[in-house]
């Protein structure tokens, strides 16, 4: 019969079209009174395990962010995906671990959107669950689909994966463009000024940091001689959008203020922001009022910036009446490293502060400085301060809060350590992969760490001061007797180098 079959059909489609925008369980989580909270990643930028002092080994003093660790749980063994930013953004935000993506590397700022608009995502499983969703600082995950015009809206922009609001720079704060693009437009450009950047060649008639020193205030130690901003040349070539240029002093109040305005702004639904410090990576130019405060010079004092930063957000928490209700991670994407191409007097007046404390290596490197990074989370009255020694890493926060929304825990390298992060298990992660240059990889599992045989200079070969950890030979070292990885024990124990290489093989094929 024609009729019963018409609706059959339309209660189908009814049907089918109601759960699809019902989505999936948000609804029902709000119907049923589930009041999530508010999730804020602070991530910082190249700073070292030593760098904090709650962690007990350096010379800075940072209050604010010991406050997130001993009101929280401090981590002693948390790791970055990655020895440098991207890769390590790319793991937080997916839950996918960086090698197994060859594009997932250091980016300039016009390289194209890097993570595809299909995959799952911390803020498009967090918005499912009915959060809004921002990303206010450094981005570098790519903008655009290869050619970006900067004058016009940028269609791939970081909402594509989820985020509500946006706010930051494309790449990095020694990169082109040094604008910051809000929801894929450039802030304040005047249009008659027209913005265009290349990562090729110059263009007519620029100055750059080489051909015109006298016009820098920061002078270059190596690379980032191309275009100049604010008395500071950069990697990259950049021409026009002057109004739009940032001033590198205030970019810490910038971000700030736009973080704020998001928890200010916010609805009855829970909020996820992924706070993206710029500090302390290169250029370091803190603002007035943080100069000379640590005697370490730019490297420290933008650290000093950075904590100030952070203990105002907490302070805008508390002002708003949301410390109970909102879970704080904060961390770094890599190790730390003193000149990484500015004059900045960062290796002669660290005096005896140890950026990567009792760690061997820093940015750029396989040995443990390179992923070995402050790690911290704290939940007012939620969870119990401490301290943890597990493994965990930076790749779990996706399915870790996938599990804390009641979302589904998409099948990636993410372990779901939620009991760890909140203080009821002490039981982490078994291995980890950990990345330093060129997608080379190491593994520690428990106590040990394997570094393969990799060819290349024992330093960063292009002038930086810290070691890559490539060698001829395979190195073993066990962390927890050897801290500071000086005692190789390949060559004494060949079974346990074979046991941990297979099951490195097993997942580094998955
Ligand atoms: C390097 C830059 C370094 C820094 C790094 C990326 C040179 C010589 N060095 O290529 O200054 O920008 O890339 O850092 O250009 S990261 O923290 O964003 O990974
Ligand atoms: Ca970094």
Same mark, same amino acid.
């Given at each position: 019969?024609?009729?019963?079959?018409?609706?059959v059909?339309?209660?189908?489609?009814?049907?089918?079209?109601?759960? +699809?925008l019902?989505?999936?369980?948000?609804?029902?989580?709000?119907?049923?009174?589930v009041?999530?909270?508010n999730?804020?990643?602070?991530?910082?930028?190249? &700073?070292?395990?030593?760098?904090?002092?709650?962690?007990?080994?350096?010379k800075?003093?940072t209050?604010?962010?010991?406050?997130?660790?001993t009101?929280?749980i401090?981590?002693?063994?948390?790791?970055a995906?990655?020895?440098?930013c991207?890769?390590?953004?790319?793991?937080? @935000?997916?839950g996918q671990?960086?090698?197994?993506?060859?594009?997932?590397?250091?980016?300039?700022?016009?390289?194209?959107?890097?993570?595809d608009t299909?995959?799952?995502?911390?803020?498009k499983?967090?918005?499912n669950?009915?959060?809004?969703t921002?990303v206010v600082?450094?981005?570098h995950?790519?903008?655009?689909?290869g050619?970006?015009?900067?004058?016009?809206?940028?269609?791939?922009?970081?909402?594509?994966?989820?985020?509500d609001?946006?706010?930051?720079?494309?790449?990095?704060?020694d990169?082109v463009?040094?604008?910051?693009v809000?929801?894929?437009?450039?802030?304040? &450009?005047?249009?008659?000024d027209?913005l265009?950047?290349?990562? *090729?060649?110059?263009?007519?008639?620029?100055?750059?940091g080489?051909?015109?020193?006298?016009? @820098?205030?920061?002078?270059?130690?190596?690379?980032h001689?191309?275009?100049?901003?604010?008395?500071?040349s950069?990697?990259g070539?950049?021409?026009?959008?002057?109004?739009?240029?940032?001033?590198?002093?205030n970019?810490?109040?910038?971000f700030?203020?736009?973080?704020?305005?998001?928890?200010k702004q916010r609805?009855?639904?829970?909020?996820f922001?992924?706070?993206?410090?710029h500090?302390p990576?290169?250029p370091?130019?803190p603002h007035?009022?943080?100069v000379?405060?640590t005697?370490?010079?730019?490297?420290?004092?933008v650290?000093a910036?950075a904590?100030?930063?952070?203990?105002?957000f907490l302070?805008?928490l508390?002002?708003?009446?949301?410390?109970e209700?909102? &879970?704080?991670?904060f961390?770094s994407?890599?190790g730390?490293?003193?000149?990484?191409?500015?004059l900045?007097?960062?290796?002669? #007046?660290v005096?005896?502060?140890?950026?990567?404390?009792?760690?061997?290596?820093? #940015?750029?490197?396989?040995?443990?400085?390179?992923?070995?990074?402050?790690?911290?989370v704290?939940? #007012?009255?939620k969870i119990?301060?401490?301290?943890?020694?597990?493994?965990?890493?930076?790749v779990?926060?996706v399915a870790?809060l996938s599990? +804390?929304?009641?979302?589904?825990?998409p099948?990636t390298?993410?372990?779901?350590?939620l009991?760890?992060?909140?203080?009821?298990?002490?039981?982490?992660?078994?291995?980890v992969v950990?990345?330093g240059?060129?997608?080379?990889?190491?593994?520690?599992?428990?106590d040990?760490?394997l570094?393969?045989?990799y060819?290349?200079t024992? *330093?960063?070969?292009?002038?930086?001061d810290n070691?890559?950890?490539?060698?001829y030979?395979?190195q073993?070292?066990?962390?927890t007797?050897?801290?500071a990885?000086?005692?190789?024990?390949a060559?004494?124990?060949?079974e346990?180098?074979?046991?941990?290489?297979e099951?490195?093989?097993?997942? @580094?094929d998955?």
């Open positions: 019969n024609l009729r019963i079959l018409l609706i059909i339309c209660a189908c489609v009814f049907w089918v079209g109601y759960q +699809l019902k989505g999936n369980g948000t609804e029902t989580d709000i119907e049923q009174g009041k999530h909270p999730v804020v990643i602070i991530y910082a930028d190249d &700073l070292g395990y030593g760098d904090i002092s709650a962690y007990g080994v350096g800075l003093n209050p604010n962010i010991d406050r997130i660790a009101e929280g401090r981590f002693g063994n948390g790791y995906t990655s020895a440098t991207t890769p390590s953004r790319y793991s937080l @935000l997916t671990y960086p090698w197994r993506n060859a594009k997932a590397q250091v980016l300039s700022g016009d390289a194209p959107f890097l993570i299909e995959q799952p995502t911390l803020p499983i967090l918005k669950a009915g959060y809004r921002a600082g450094k981005w995950l790519g903008m655009g689909d050619y970006v015009d900067w004058n016009e809206t940028i269609k791939l922009n970081p909402n594509a994966i989820g985020f609001y946006s706010y930051v720079m494309a790449a990095t704060n990169r463009p040094n604008v910051y809000e929801n894929g437009d450039v802030v304040g &450009l005047d249009k008659t027209s265009k950047v290349s990562y *090729k060649k110059n263009f007519e008639g620029e100055p750059t080489k051909a015109n020193p006298e016009l @820098l205030k920061v002078m270059y130690s190596h690379g001689d191309m275009s100049i901003n604010n008395g500071i950069r990697i070539y950049q021409k026009g959008g002057k109004s739009a240029q940032w001033i590198d002093e970019m810490a109040d910038t700030l203020v736009r973080a704020q305005q998001f928890v609805s009855d639904n829970p909020f922001l992924f706070y993206a410090l500090q990576h290169v370091r130019v007035p009022r943080f000379g405060t005697g370490m010079g730019p490297r420290g004092d650290i910036e904590d100030w930063c952070v203990g105002e302070k805008t508390e002002q708003e009446g949301l410390m209700n909102t &879970l704080i991670v961390s994407d890599n730390p490293v003193l000149d990484d191409g500015y900045d007097e960062s290796a002669e #007046k005096g005896d502060h140890t950026p990567a404390g009792p760690l061997r290596g820093g #940015k750029y490197s396989l040995y443990d400085a390179g992923t070995r990074v402050p790690f911290m704290m939940w #007012k009255d119990k301060p401490g301290v943890s020694n597990t493994i965990i890493s930076q779990d926060l870790s599990k +804390l929304t009641g979302q589904t825990v099948q390298d993410s372990e779901d350590m009991d760890v992060l909140l203080g009821h298990s002490q039981k982490g992660r078994e291995s950990v990345e240059l060129y997608h080379r990889t190491a593994f520690r599992k428990g040990w760490i570094i393969p045989a060819e290349g024992k *330093k960063v070969s292009w002038g930086v070691e890559t950890g490539f060698g030979d395979t073993l070292y066990n962390i007797d050897d801290i990885q000086r005692n190789d024990l060559k004494q124990m060949p346990k180098v074979n046991e941990l290489m099951e490195f093989r097993i997942i @580094l998955d």
